[in-house]
Every structure is written in C-alpha cells, then in structure tokens.
C-alpha cells in the first residue's frame, strides 16, 4: 500500500549531498516538494544551485543522503519521460538542420522505449507541445530561422512533449527579450495549472512570480532559506542579470565551462567519509 503523504510527494531530499567526482558542492540539502508546487531555486553564481538541479535529474553524483524523484531514487526512475529537462542555454543551435516538429518530437523518445516508432499520440503530443508554447504557425519551419527567445521556447516545447509531471528548468528566462520571457511565463502557468510540478533555477523570478509561489535559496551549498517567493530575491544574492557561463572568477582545474565552481567550503568526498 501506497503512503498519502509519498504518493503526494515530487521530490525529496534528506541530508543530501551533490557534487561531481569526489567534491561535494552541494551539502546536508533537505527539501520536500509536493506534486503541483511551483518552486524558485535561487542562489548566487556559484552558488550550487545549478548542481542542486542536476542533481535532481541523476546529472551530479549524489554523494550521501537521499534524493527521491516522483516516488523513486534519483536515476532509478522507470519511465524517463516522467521528468522533463530544460538545460541552462539560450538556444538550440543555429546549424541544426532540422525543423521544429523534429526537434520537439526528439522530446517524445523517452516515452517511446528503445524501439519504439511515433504513432498518433505521439504526433498530437508533439503538435500540442508546439501549440502550448505559441509557435504552431512555426512547426515546420527551420529551427535556424527562428529568433534566440522562439528558439528557448522550443527548447520548452521538446520538454513538454514529453507530458512530464516534472519540469527542471534551469536559468529560462536568461538572455531572451520581454516578449519571449512574458510568454514564457503564460506557458508555465498553464503547464503548472495542469498540475506539473515545476522547479525553476533562475536569477530573474520578476517575468515568472506569478507562476512561481515557494522559492529556496542556495548559499555556498547550503539551503538557506524555504518560504514564499516575496522577500527571496534579496537573501538570494542575485545582483542583476546573469548569463549561462558567466562567473565570477577562474573555473577549478578540470571542471567543464558548464559546471559550477565549488564554493570556497567545498567537502571532499572520499570512501564516503568528508
């Protein structure tokens, strides 16, 4: 028998650490998510929250603790296209020579197995993803010709095709102009309306505070504050306008551009000791 409360649950993080190879960038995380919620991760460049993500999604290791998606432990999640990802960058990339439904429909392949072929459903799933994020008149257009902030909603639409009843989203509204992040903001509401629970890593909650309720802040590893999103920016330490690769000083040896630097505290992890 199912517990109400578990069943009830996103996401769970019991004294949880994340980090990449033996560094724990991410340090004694307890977080409950509940299936619906719209929440905010906030943090300063470097800060681990991108790490906090990825963790989430099996893309940093899991160090000690407990993660639990959707009822299962992280990576142990039957059926991947329960979770919907949309990584840090502003676009798909401008020489990819394929169309929009093409690029959406690779959203669908989580649902289809190894071999499976895209019958009806996945076709409607497809166009109704497209749909969802304004660019139906657009889906066989080239991906190339599209603008940077059409290009991140495609981005969005390739997650939703997949129906997920999670969506990571990690920095969304970066780089992309008002009229994009606004409708962005009006896809988010109706994907979370449906009930899709939402995690958004961002510097910029203004465009989406109407979608995002709960916000927490990561602070050199640590969750630092839970509660409503008003107030949270503050603690959070943003400090304006970030863009994907950004930071603050040189990249540690031997960490890729798209990883975050550990912060000044930073554990090492070894034999499972710290």
Same mark, same amino acid.
């Given at each position: 028998m199912t517990d109400s409360s578990t069943a009830d649950t996103a996401l769970r993080l019991d004294g949880a650490t994340i980090g990449y190879g033996d560094v724990a960038i991410v340090r004694d995380a307890h977080l409950t998510v509940r299936r619906g919620e719209a929440l905010a991760v906030l943090g300063a460049n470097g800060s681990g929250k991108t790490t906090l993500s990825r963790g989430l999604l099996g893309l940093a290791a899991v160090l000690g603790g407990t993660v639990e998606v959707l009822g299962a432990p992280v990576g142990r999640l039957r059926e991947r296209g329960r979770v919907g990802y949309v990584p840090q960058r502003h676009t798909v990339s401008g020489a990819m020579p394929a169309t929009v439904r093409e690029v959406v429909g690779v959203g669908r392949l989580p649902r289809l197995g190894l071999f499976g072929r895209p019958g009806p459903r996945d076709r409607a799933a497809v166009a109704d993803a497209v749909d969802a994020v304004g660019l139906a008149d657009r889906l066989e257009d080239p991906v190339a010709s599209l603008s940077g902030g059409q290009q991140r909603r495609v981005l969005v639409a390739r997650a939703l095709a997949a129906e997920p009843e999670l969506l990571v989203m990690d920095e969304p509204t970066a780089g992309v102009d008002a009229g994009s992040q606004e409708a962005l903001a009006g896809v988010l509401a109706r994907v979370s309306a449906r009930g899709t629970t939402l995690v958004v890593v961002t510097?910029?909650? %203004? /465009? *989406? @505070?109407?979608?995002?309720?709960? #916000?927490?802040?990561?602070?050199?590893?640590?969750?630092?504050? $839970? %509660? /409503? *999103? @008003?107030?949270?920016?503050?603690? #959070?330490?943003?400090?304006?306008?970030?863009?994907?690769?950004? $930071?603050?000083?040189?990249?540690?040896?031997?960490?890729?551009?798209?990883?975050?630097?550990?912060?000044?505290?930073?554990?090492?992890?070894?034999?499972?000791?710290?």
């Open positions: 510097h910029e909650t %203004g /465009p *989406l @505070a109407a979608v995002l309720s709960r #916000a927490v802040v990561v602070d050199s590893g640590r969750l630092t504050y $839970d %509660g /409503p *999103l @008003a107030g949270a920016e503050t603690l #959070a330490g943003t400090g304006g306008h970030h863009h994907p690769g950004e $930071d603050d000083g040189p990249l540690v040896p031997g960490y890729r551009l798209d990883q975050p630097r550990p912060a000044p505290d930073a554990v090492r992890v070894r034999n499972g000791s710290r």
